[in-house]
């Protein structure tokens, strides 16, 4: 329930402000105050009914934080849990996610545990809070989903190449698959490069989408293991603005903070 639904004088109050914010709104610097004040209010009230569960340098989960935090949606109830303890296996992320899994997300009664669709859903519930992550602009939009689903294969390769010997057993394990997963890793990341060359500056071309919220995680997740920067310069120059963004600052993963990064992937 909002703020306004009950309370007439509250009711009289936010209305006289509405009206004295659109008259300022073409001629006064007070506007953004005004304009800040609602957002803000307003965000805090629909935040509140919102619960994330998360781990810290998890792709999928800082996802959710940064389209959180770029619909100014700060406020939610939050609750870092540690894989390496198991937390993640506990009866109260089971009962959001039987997987599970992190990210664990709930709104109210609505459950979503896909960060994917967690993102899309923040845009979509919130499209004229905070900041617009969708263009309207066909072959921008085409673009945007186009990443953001290519973003998968970039963290699957990821995945396999980095984590083989967490998810392969020993057993199984071979010299050769190793070797093929690092090449395709390479190759893939080259893929991203060539991108950023032709319809950087972003992801999806001149401005911040969904796409970024969705991929930067992962772009983050390679210099965290040793990209060289002078290899993948374009990369390195969306990686080194975008992560000065406010709603990547707000949302890094805590653990990177005061641990340093590996060097696996140095060579590439
Ligand atoms: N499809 C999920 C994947 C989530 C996912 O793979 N989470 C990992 C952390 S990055 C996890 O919870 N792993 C622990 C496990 O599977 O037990 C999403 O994108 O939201």
């Not at 009711?11 to 009206?19: F, H, I, V």
Request: hydrophobic share 35%; net charge positive.
């Amino acid at each position: 329930m909002g703020l306004t639904s009950t309370n007439p004088v509250f009711e009289g109050w936010r209305l006289l402000y509405k009206q004295t914010c659109k008259a300022f709104q073409t001629q006064s610097s007070l506007f953004p105050f005004c304009y800040c004040w609602e957002s803000t209010a307003h965000s805090a009230t629909m935040a509140k009914d919102m619960t994330l569960f998360w781990g810290s340098g998890s792709p999928p989960c800082w996802r959710v934080m940064i389209a959180l935090e770029e619909k100014n949606l700060q406020g939610y109830n939050s609750k870092m849990l540690s894989f390496e303890k198991g937390e993640h296996k506990s009866k109260e992320v089971a009962a959001i996610n039987p997987r599970g899994q992190l990210p664990a997300f709930k709104h109210g009664d609505v459950v979503l545990n896909e960060s994917y669709g967690a993102c899309i859903y923040l845009e979509e519930q919130f499209k004229s809070q905070g900041n617009k992550l969708a263009p309207d602009n066909k072959a921008e939009s085409a673009l945007m989903y186009q990443r953001m689903f290519e973003g998968l294969t970039l963290f699957q390769k990821l995945a396999q190449s980095l984590f083989y010997t967490r998810f392969v057993p020993e057993n199984e394990r071979h010299d050769s698959a190793q070797k093929r997963n690092t090449e395709e890793l390479k190759a893939e990341v080259k893929l991203w490069e060539g991108y950023l060359q032709k319809t950087g500056p972003y992801l999806a071309g001149k401005s911040f989408t969904l796409a970024d919220v969705i991929v930067f995680p992962v772009i983050a997740f390679l210099f965290r293991f040793g990209l060289n920067e002078e290899h993948f310069p374009k990369l390195a120059a969306y990686y080194n603005t975008v992560k000065d963004r406010p709603s990547i600052k707000n949302s890094w993963p805590p653990t990177w903070k005061d641990t340093p990064g590996q060097n696996a992937l140095k060579d590439f």
